[in-house]
Every structure is written in C-alpha cells, then in structure tokens.
C-alpha cells in the first residue's frame, strides 16, 4: 500500500507574530502507524521541501513516544526535508491521503486547488481519504462530483469550538474548523476535549485533535484491508 501524506507549508499564526505549522503528533503517529503496517509513506506539501514545524508542538508537554521515535529517525527526518510538491502528485499513484493538522493548513491547504483536486480524485476513485485536529478544515471548499459540499449529509468531525478557546486562537484562525464543519452541512460531533475521538462516513474519515491522530490512522489500515 503507497499512503500519501499532505502537510502545510504555511508557518505565521495569522498577524501574531508566531509561528505554526503541522502538529508533530499528528504527523509522527499516522506515520509509524503506516509504516508499522509495510506501507511506503511519500511526505507532500504545496512548496515542496522542508515543511514548518509548529515549534509547539515539540514543547516537553506535547512529546509522545511516536515523536520522540520520529524526532530519532533519520529516514523521516531525511523524508520529511525533501517532501514533493502538491501539484505534482497524482492520486493515481497512491491508495490513501492523510492529512495531519497544526494551524497551518487552515492557511494554505484549505485554500489549495491542488488539494482539492487531490482528494476529489482520491474519492472518485473509491480510495479513502483521512484528516485530523485542524485539517478537516481542509474540506471546506472540497465538492462532490454533483457540485455539493463534500461534507455535507457526512458525519465529521474536527478541532472544537472549546479545544480552540482553550489555545486562545479563536480570534486568530481565518475559521473555526467545527463552525465550517457545519455551516458546510456537515453530520459534526465530537467527543470530550483533547481525547480521542474520530468518526467515519463511507471513504471519509475525520479525527477531533491530536491525541485522535493515531486511531484515525488505524482505522484507515483497517478500511484498506477491508478494500484489498
């Protein structure tokens, strides 16, 4: 199985001055969960290269055993500098697309034609796509082939209204991911804050925030199994 991993390239926190990017958990999980699996793992983002690092993420606090293993890894270290380009990927070439959150791609990926292309393609194709934390947000403008939001009638599920509250960010984001979740007719849910909670609906697997990250990625193993 050849899994496609899309992170953001974007690395400002809106106008604070900070800085953000993917969340290091939501990468490091899924990957291992993936590569523990057999899978061959291509890293992408919309520039290519190096993508940032939200340098929270990384904080003592935030470190799990799966980020402590990738941080040690020279193999994802030397994938995760050299990722391709979004535009040139081709859904053709992969069995499924995992998007890790991080504030970053609420800039970049959820207004990126390539993005949407990618996953519209992997759906038409019958491959399951997965998002987790903030990357739900990524739907916004993904659309069925009748021209409908992608989520709407779907049972979803993202970063809560509350979880972004409690990272004083609710002013900062250009969305609530939970809000746009719904006002996109999204099925939302969610579990309580900072546990792990993911929903599926059909191909469309969808996990509320970081600690949802790696059962998100197993189910979507398991959905592959299912479909092999």
């Known amino acids: 199985m050849k899994v496609l991993i899309g992170l953001t390239s974007h690395d400002q926190l809106g106008d604070t001055g900070r800085k953000t990017g993917f969340w290091l958990e939501e990468l490091a999980a899924p990957y291992y969960v993936f590569k523990d699996a057999g ?24 470190q799990t055993d799966d980020t402590r293993r990738f941080e040690a890894d020279d193999e994802a ?13 081709s859904a053709n070439d992969f069995d499924t697309i995992f998007y890790p959150g991080g504030h970053g791609p609420m800039w970049d990926l959820a207004e990126s034609s390539d993005s949407r292309a990618l996953i519209e393609s992997f759906l038409a194709s019958n491959k399951p796509v997965a998002l987790v934390c903030h990357a739900p947000g990524v739907l916004r403008h993904v659309e069925t082939p009748e021209g409908r939001p992608l989520v709407e009638g779907k049972k979803v599920t993202g970063f809560t209204n509350t979880e972004e509250a409690a990272v004083g960010l609710t002013e900062v984001v250009p969305f609530l991911v939970e ?6 007719g999204g099925l939302y849910s969610s579990g309580p804050d900072w546990g792990p909670y993911f929903v599926q609906d059909g191909l469309l697997i969808t996990g509320q925030n970081p600690a949802s990250s790696a059962s998100a990625a197993q189910r979507l193993v398991e959905e592959l199994k299912a479909s092999a």
């Open 39 to 62: 899978y061959e793992i291509t890293l992408a983002s919309p520039k290519g290269g190096q993508p940032p690092l939200d340098p929270k993420s990384n904080e003592p606090n935030f």
């Open 179 to 184: 809000d746009e979740l719904k006002a996109k």
């Open 77 to 89: 270290g030397e994938a995760l500098a050299s990722t391709v380009k979004l535009a040139d990927v």
